[in-house]
């Protein structure tokens, strides 16, 4: 049973950085392309980003794009998000998870992914 660990999160200051890891176990990663998602308080969880299995394909939600950059490295069973110019209306808890095949229709469907991790506190705060 693939187990979904995310770690990283924290409070930083607006314009500032965090990189996020969701770190896998009881499972290779390499067989499941990931998402990452946000919840803020009172507000529904949406997709921020997804990469491909291979980290051929990755997609952005446009409040984040150019901004977040996603990646994976299957060698350590570990995804990543790299989080920079942050600002107060990023803070959420902030999840990963998995789903055996990405599609464009499926990156940012919260709906589509059967594995979670248990989320992560990301606070931009001055």
């Known amino acids: 049973q693939l187990q979904l660990v995310e770690s990283g999160g924290g409070l930083v200051q607006p314009g500032g950085s965090l990189r996020l890891s969701c770190a896998a176990s009881?499972?290779?990663?390499?067989?499941?392309?990931i998402g990452w998602f946000r919840q803020a308080p009172g507000k529904e969880r949406e997709g921020v980003s997804c990469?491909?299995?291979?980290?051929?394909?990755?997609n952005y939600a446009d409040s984040v794009k150019g901004r977040f950059t996603i990646s994976r490295d299957n060698a350590k069973n570990t995804v990543y998000l790299q989080m920079n110019s942050l600002n107060p209306e990023d803070t959420a808890v902030y999840y990963c998870?998995?789903?055996?095949?990405?599609?464009?229709?499926?990156?940012?469907?919260?709906?589509?992914?059967?594995?979670w991790g248990q989320g992560t506190q990301v606070t931009v705060s001055s």
């Open positions: 009881g499972s290779t990663l390499d067989y499941y392309g």
């Open positions: 990469i491909s299995r291979s980290g051929g394909y990755t």
């Open positions: 998870a998995a789903v055996p095949f990405i599609s464009i229709s499926t990156c940012q469907d919260r709906h589509a992914y059967p594995y």
